[in-house]
T-cell receptor
């Protein structure tokens, strides 16, 4: 596709439910990132994949958060037993190589609301 | 730990005035610094990327400077237009961090009044 695609765009869940957020990066992009953006703040790093390898998950706030990219393309961010503080916009980004010279291209995000 | 700060948090200017957005960071060991634009309900659009060896980048009405020694970057937008209204975020990639994860500032919300 032309850009990074995320689905769903909006997700409402009750506290305690599990949710899964999907990211389709730009075709052929090696690097994939997940960020969490709270209302009125800048995004914060969650995790990073190079192809199918999860090289950095230092930003995941708890063991309820899990991300995967099994075939090195589509990625899923899963949140188990959701809590109200998980409400945020979850942004996915991809870049063409692992080089720091390449910009990251962002999707429009998934807005998650936990009731 | 790298910290990125953007001041002011919000800015309102009349159309035609030049915009000056500031970004400061605590650790000068960076690979690059990037400026993004974010419209409400949307993702981030990359505006300019400055490599650590560069002093500035220009694209149309936009100019971004980088001064690593003082830990500062400035985004200039000339002759502002109402369509420039958005949140502007700076982000950088630090040498301390594995991979190329971005560390963001909190953003400056800009309103250009017609």
């Amino acid at each position: 596709g032309a850009g990074v695609s995320q689905s769903p765009r909006y997700k409402v869940a009750k506290r305690g439910q599990d949710v899964a957020l999907r990211c389709d990066p730009i075709s052929g992009h090696v690097s994939l990132f997940w960020y969490q953006q709270a209302l009125g703040q800048g995004p914060e790093f969650l995790t990073y994949f190079q192809n199918e390898a999860q090289l950095d998950k230092s930003g995941l706030p708890s063991d309820r958060f899990f991300a995967e990219r099994p075939e090195g393309s589509v990625s899923t961010l899963k949140i188990q037993r959701t809590q109200q503080e998980d409400s945020a916009v979850y942004l996915c980004a991809s870049s063409s190589t692992e080089s720091s010279n390449q910009p990251q291209h962002f999707g429009d995000g998934t807005r998650l609301s936990i009731l | 730990k790298q910290e990125v700060t953007q001041i002011p948090a919000a800015l309102s200017v009349p159309e035609g005035e030049n915009l000056v957005l500031n970004c400061s960071f605590t650790d000068s060991a960076i690979y690059n610094l990037q400026w993004f634009r974010q419209d409400p309900g949307k993702g981030l659009t990359s505006l300019l990327l400055i490599q650590s060896s560069q002093r500035e980048q220009t694209s149309g009405r936009l100019n971004a400077s980088l001064d690593k020694s003082s830990g500062r970057s400035t985004l200039y937008i000339a002759a502002s237009q109402p369509g420039d209204s958005a949140t502007y975020l700076c982000a950088l990639t630090s040498r301390e961090a594995a991979g190329n994860k971005l560390t963001f500032g909190g953003g400056t919300r800009v309103l250009v009044k017609p």
